[in-house]
């Protein structure tokens, strides 16, 4: 079971400041949450197979196949800036 002083500590570590009814609160729910794993605790888990997801992940990945490409002038035209020939971005990262 939690108890006030370690709803306190859990609150000090997120930086929470919590009014006495915010932390009763805190500790019921908390308790409740943990009552739960207890319930899971119980259950009988001999012979079951451990698996980190129900469903197997498969990639779908397409062929990489060259598309459409659109002409320098259409790209020109949808770029807000050019220079040089070349479509110029805001930077993204500071230089130092």
Do not use: K
Not at 4 to 23: G, K, N, S
Not at 37 to 45: G, I, S
Request: proline residues 7%; hydrophobic residues 40%; negative net charge.
């Amino acid at each position: 079971m939690i108890d006030a002083a370690q709803v306190d500590h859990l609150a000090r570590l997120a930086r929470l400041e919590l009014t006495p009814e915010e932390r009763q609160r805190m500790q019921a729910d908390l308790n409740s949450i943990l009552g739960y794993f207890e319930q899971l605790r119980a259950v009988d888990t001999e012979g079951v197979e451990e698996m980190q997801r129900p469903e197997d992940l498969v990639n779908v990945l397409r062929d990489d196949v060259p598309g459409e490409v659109f002409p320098p002038e259409v790209v020109a035209a949808l770029a807000p800036e050019q220079q040089g020939g070349f479509v110029r971005v805001p930077r993204t990262v500071e230089a130092e």
